[in-house]
Structure formats: C-alpha cells, structure tokens
C-alpha cells in the first residue's frame, strides 16, 4: 500500500523567513496531495492541495509543487508569521475511495 | 452549518469496558472516514464507509467495529477497550466525484483507557 514520508520532524526559523516541507510517496497511482495545518487541540485543516496534473500551486505565502518523476512533494511558507506555528500534515491518496494516507508531521515553530 | 461533529469530546475509560463514538455531518456526504492520531505518528485510518448500509477497513482496524446506519452519521465502536487504544480519534467526510475532493474534520474525541 502507499506510504508517505515526511521531513523534517521539527522546523525552527525566525518570523519573515521561509519554510520549506518535504514529502516523499509510494504508490504511483496517488494522484492527489492536501496538507493540513493543525494547531494545539485543533482539528487538522486543508490549507492547500495539488493535483497530480499540475506541478505548482500558490494561495497567497503558501505553495506547494510536485516532482511525479521522484514522487514527492513539498510546501513552501514564505514570509513567515508566529501564527504559522502548528503541526503540518502531508497526505496522498487515488482516485475511488479516497482514504487518504498521513505522512508523520512537521512542528513548525516562528519566532518573532 | 455545523459540518462534522463528534461527541463525546473527552472520554475516559477503563479496560474492557465498551463506548461508542458517534460521527456526525450536515453536508449530505457520501464518504466518512475514522481515524486514530498518536503521538509522532500521524493520523491513521482505522475503518471508512462510503454510503449508507456500507463499511470497510482501513490501516488498523483491529478491535473496533463500525456502523453507518444513516448517512449523515457513523459511528465508531470499542467492545472491550484497551490501554492501546488511548488517543485521538477523527471523524472525516467528503463527497464524490471525478476527482478526490477535500476532507472535512470533526473536532476530534479524546480517549484514555486506563
């Protein structure tokens, strides 16, 4: 079955820099990626998703691009702000039921 | 709209002792997922219903059993809880289509087995 790896684990950078999460997956056939932020005692929250036909996606200081020849893909925060700091989740899953597989998560800390 | 809710929020129980978990959406979804999150390991699927009357197992679904009677709810159930079961479970849902369609969380229930 399909496995996804996250990296890193932990992230620290100061307020304005950018962060950068990386994730790796399995199964060829996954064709679409969410992340979800998820602050202290919260629910897990889509804050952007790609498609396997599109390489980059942007909303504002966030982005996400995706590398199908490697089979990972990874999220981008730029100018960084306290309140990015949460636990991020990178996901996969195919078309048909959608059980999305987790990868671990990254604690993204900023510090002003 | 309240879109999925859980109840209970906090739940703690002892060894062997059984609880349902009830899972409830407003947004006419078909697709509804449990899921269980530990510490450093992410969220994991435990079983997933897409309609009424239909249930199946996800990564671990040992030692619970589902039920999605209805379609806006499913309910997640422990027969004999165990220590290993102590986490944070989420409720999911989505609707269908030609392409994968985001998932909407509940607030998630807390649960301690002693």
């Known amino acids: 079955g399909e496995n996804v790896e996250q990296h890193p684990s932990t992230l620290s950078v100061q307020e304005g820099d950018s962060a950068v999460i990386k994730c790796t997956y399995s199964?060829?056939?996954?064709?679409?990626f969410p992340w979800y932020k998820q602050e202290l005692g919260k629910r897990p929250q889509l804050i952007i998703d790609?498609?396997?036909?599109?390489g980059e996606k942007k909303d504002q200081r966030i982005a996400v691009t995706l590398n199908k020849t490697a089979k990972h893909f990874s999220l981008h925060i730029t100018e960084t702000q306290p309140e990015d700091s949460a636990v991020y989740f990178c996901?996969?899953?195919?078309?048909?039921?959608?059980?999305?597989?987790f990868g671990t998560g990254t604690r993204l800390l900023v510090s002003p | 709209n309240a879109g999925v809710t859980q109840t209970p929020k906090f739940r703690v129980l002892k060894t062997g002792q059984s609880m349902t978990l009830l899972c409830a959406q407003d947004?006419?979804?078909?697709?509804m997922y449990w899921y269980r999150q530990d510490p450093g390991m992410g969220l994991r699927l435990i079983h997933y219903?897409?309609?009424?009357?239909?249930?199946a197992k996800g990564e671990v679904p040992d030692g619970y059993n589902v039920s999605r009677l209805k379609k806006q709810n499913f309910l997640l159930g422990l027969e004999s809880a165990a220590p290993s079961q102590t986490s944070v479970y989420f409720c999911?849902?989505?609707?269908?289509?030609?392409?994968?369609?985001?998932?909407?969380f509940g607030d998630g229930t807390r649960l301690s087995i002693l």
């Open positions: 999911a849902s989505t609707t269908t289509g030609a392409l994968n369609q985001p998932q909407h």
């Open positions: 199964d060829s056939a996954s064709n679409y």
């Open positions: 790609i498609r396997s036909n599109v």
């Open positions: 996901a996969a899953s195919k078309t048909g039921f959608q059980k999305l597989v």
């Open positions: 947004m006419n979804h078909e697709y």
């Open positions: 219903s897409v309609g009424e009357g239909t249930t």
